[in-house]
């Protein structure tokens, strides 16, 4: 009868936590030069969030985005990302202040502090988002750009001028209550 109790108390923490969730949340980037645009969209963003403490987790499967041009999927998929050796880029990290933000329907900035992994690299990042609650749904955004050598993402010489070094990324996502 013990071990019943103290297995009732140790779940309670984890049901009464207020965690919120999505997988459909939308990552898109964008990549400019003289020579050619490159743009890809993945619907696939998982992001949990903990309400109480405003840490939150993202996970991005490289194989979702999705580009206009099949070769470029596949020269993205296979020579630079290598999608095969690194399936997934990931963040974790918290908003900062948490404590003093106060959830509304207007979208107000936060700041988000926290590890990014691309292509088995970490690099601890900083960045601008916003955030609303709305019907009971977490709605978040933001926009920021990734310096592709940080993550030794490698661009062959032949290529260099068609492919930007710094990427600009565009996330937006609605978080449902779990």
């Not at 987790?57 to 470029?72: D, E, H, Y």
Request: charged share 25%; hydrophobic share 40%; glycine share 6%.
């Amino acid at each position: 009868m013990k071990i019943k109790i103290i297995y009732l108390l140790m779940l309670v923490p984890l049901v009464a936590r207020d965690i919120y969730f999505t997988r459909s949340g939308k990552v898109s980037f964008f990549s400019s030069t003289p020579i050619e645009d490159i743009e890809a969209d993945n619907g696939q963003m998982t992001c949990v969030m903990n309400l109480e403490t405003g840490e939150v987790s993202f996970r991005i499967p490289i194989l979702g985005f999705s580009f206009k041009n099949g070769l470029m999927q596949e020269h993205f998929n296979e020579n630079y990302m290598e999608s095969d050796l690194y399936p997934n880029a990931s963040f974790k990290g918290k908003i900062n202040d948490w404590s003093n933000i106060e959830l509304a329907e207007t979208p107000q900035a936060v700041r988000l502090d926290g590890t990014m992994t691309i292509h088995g690299v970490s690099k601890e990042i900083s960045e601008k988002g916003h955030i609303s609650l709305k019907n009971d749904n977490i709605f978040g955004s933001s926009r920021f750009q990734v310096i592709v050598a940080d993550y030794d993402i490698e661009i062959p010489k032949l290529l260099r001028e068609n492919i930007a070094k710094v990427i600009d990324i565009d996330t937006e996502l609605i978080l449902k209550k779990k």
